[in-house]
């Protein structure tokens, strides 16, 4: 059989044992957070159905969507007219009914939706998996990546919005990264264009406010895409007044006149009412510039980014960390009606890439590694050496053996190359009287041990 | 929009809460045991490129690969000829350069090969990932499913095999399953073959063994396969004779004159020589009539299965829950040679049911709950409510409270329904006395306790 040079598709990526320990320390802070708050786990499959994924991230996100080729004879069925005109939107339809997984909110939508019966709610989850985008490769862009969701469907209660703020906090702070956490309201977006007498321009309004900091010449830039978007300048003021406020009192006279917008005040008062007392260890900051995922949220929205005001994270170069919302009707695309809902994820891929830079990664996930390595000498040594390993790995202690008996040079080599902190060195003198040389590499300190007493040692 | 009813593709599952925590259970009790022993995770993408997959798994399983189509205009590079010939296997290459990971092993070859320059070998790794088989579904055949490998690769030394053991019984004592680690060596088979003089009939010689127990009339029809295959009446009954041994010991007179027969022999020897001293929870039995993986294996090779002669253990019928062996040359393929390996996997899913079908999963794997939820009575309690169930949680302990202060009975149906052990009860009374009545749900009993008492009851 031919060789062939082995690779793996553009986009996608191998990770070793640091990469899956380091990652895996990120999803179990996060999943033992998430538990601690009451939400459950679940998983879905890798594929779904196409007529479940289309349609529901846009057009271009259609195009993104990794498309499975029906099994068998796939063109026994397949549309002879797109075949003839080589038109393969069109064809896809018919040779392929299974997508992978673009996000996780579709396919917990449709999990809510298809399990209601078997569900109580509020229903509280959360879903760590892999998603699928063909999206042009590029650093930091995959077509396989991890999201890492946490919602609660079927009750409008702000305690929920608190309690997802407390777990951006909590995470955040056992992960030993400080971010700022910040809060708007769809409402209070919608107060700015009420109060304006824009309502009709919300969507312009909202869009601009979102590339706000993208500006190269700042406001001055912001009044050119406002006017262009048909918002004249004589509510440009207006505006600024609005967007320079920085406490949710300083809105209450501006808002005075809109229902809307007091409805949105009041809202997020009350989620700061339910934080009250509690003991923040990020910065928590009213943000009405914040205007992310315009047409799908309808309440309070969230978005994480590091705190570079913090003393070591000034020069960290990153977009947002994490972000979500309020949505009122996730599930009416599948049915299910007034389900409303909230919550937030973790840009787990981004939050790896600053820990890294940043190296915030504990000692045990840089180098999970048995904490000693066997080494022998001599067949009847090496036996020996080896009902020690085991007599450790049954206490508890990862502990691993060189699998010969050979030169010293060598099995050194391999102690370093893999990283020990220590070793068990046996020869025919440990063998004869039962024990072990124990050598720490950092101080290559060497102490002749009983096995009990290096049980001993090696459990402290 | 229209609504549509959600499914999700045949052979594919949703998994709850309870489902989730459950596999990870299995898991996390694995990953555990692979850790102490040295093992280290990696993890591989979900689509490989086709020419790594193509070709590994034989005709019929190139056929069960899961092929993703090209994005973009996949038809304007499409093969034209193909095309007009309604040849979908022939079309297949130009239109799709990706597929689903088949199972763990493929791609461990692939890694090694693509990251030897940055392994320490003998390498150590687990992997625990799904894999994709387009497979008819049915009764416990899905087209999704975990696959759990464990393999050292560049060594050939036995201790490896009895590590390999070790881990089999370490982990199914941990998961509280009694099991029957059955071994052999291909060399034993290669032995068989020799002696009787038809080693030109080797894979016809186990083939039929393989499949000893599938025979309705026992022996005999394994005596008619034989001849079938073109051996001889006249070997039929030395070929029984070995395979009427239960012991190695056994053996060595039988394999006197067979060069290969003693060289297996003397390796399951050195395989037992480590295992000497090791308090073995399950059963460990040499097996001479097991013969899987016959192309791919070239030394031991091990199965489990339920051991059904254990009390309460007699009904279970399932097929393999795990197996392997050692193979001389996997990564050859992709260009590394002379790269001797050894590994074995477990069937989590199947180990799933038979642990479903016992009831071996612990109680807090069934209803892996909060510990407490808080109910109030009006909005200020609820308030309270709220700092209770917060302090709870940075505490450490799992809480929750039900969104909104409403009637007693719908929180308790919601309690109910989620399964809640301890309720929260806070009304006015409560809140004015800065207390909690804690309910015991069990035996309804009813404590009034303050917050630092109630930490320390939930505590214990």
Known sequence: MKTMKPSIPKGTRDFGPEEVNKRNYIFDTVKSVFVRYGFHPIETPAMENLTTLTGKYGEEGDQLLFKVLNN???LRKADKDALAALDSSQLTASI?????RYDLTVPFARFVVQHQNDLTFPFKRYQIQPVWRADRPQKGRYQ?????????????????????????????????????IRLNHRKILEGLADICGISDKLTDLTITIDKLDKFKNGWQGACEELSKRGITEDKHAQIKQVL???????????YASSEVGQAGLAEMEKVHAFLEGYDLHNTLAFDVTLARGLSYYTGCIFEVVVDTDVEGQEKVKMGSIGGGGRYADLTGIFGLN???GVGVSFGAERIYDVMEELSLFPEETRSAIPKILFLAFDEASHMFAFKQVTALRQAGISADIYPEPTKFKKQMKYANARGFSHIGIIGEDERTAGKITLKNMQ????????????LKQLQD
Chains 1, 2 share one sequence.
């Open 72 to 74: 068998g004879d796939y």
């Open 96 to 100: 392929s009914k299974r997508g992978l």
């Open 144 to 180: 396989e990546f991890y999201q890492c969701d946490v919602d609660v469907i079927g009750s409008d209660s702000l305690l929920y919005e608190a309690e997802l703020v407390q777990i951006y906090d909590e995470v955040f702070k056992a992960l030993g990264l400080k971010v700022k």
């Open 244 to 254: 320079d406020v920085t406490s949710l009192d300083q809105l209450k006279d501006l």
């Open 338 to 340: 007034d389900m409303s």
């Open 443 to 454: 101080t290559s300190e060497q102490t002749l041990l009983s096995p009990e007493d290096l």
